[in-house]
């Protein structure tokens, strides 16, 4: 468990400053630079509350991830949905652009996914690289079994 109950009890607002807070400290100092005092201080609360809320600093990373991925797991299956009807290389071609435009519209979570793939400290790397790659995997299969009864490929 990455996230206490007692977390998930916060108003949401507060929530979200903690996540923001730690996204921008990961993103920007990746994961051994990143200081739970700059976090805290930003968020002003007490670093017994954030620990409170996350038993370490890499379970804070950890549910910085995953919220991450969520986000982009939401904004491909959008793009995955109204490219339905469309040919594979179509959607292929929509689903590349709007990496890059998602890219653009959310670089914290693009540096997160930089720090992930190289910052050779990071724990769990092989994990969340494997977590990551399976997701890619998955999404390019749906892709290719839909074209594939489609008579496309």
Known sequence: ?????????????????????A????????YAGASVNTIVKKVGISKGSLFNYFADKHGLFSFVFEQALELVKAYLRRVRDDTASEDLFTRLEQSLLAGVAFIRSNPRVYKIYLRVVYESGLPDRNGLIKSLRGMSIKYLTEFLEVAKERGEI
Do not use: D, H, P
């Open 23 to 30: 996204l921008t400290e990961f993103a920007n100092e990746g």
């Open 1 to 21: 468990m990455t996230v206490s109950s007692t977390f998930r009890q916060l108003e949401t607002r507060k929530q979200q400053r903690i996540l923001a807070a």
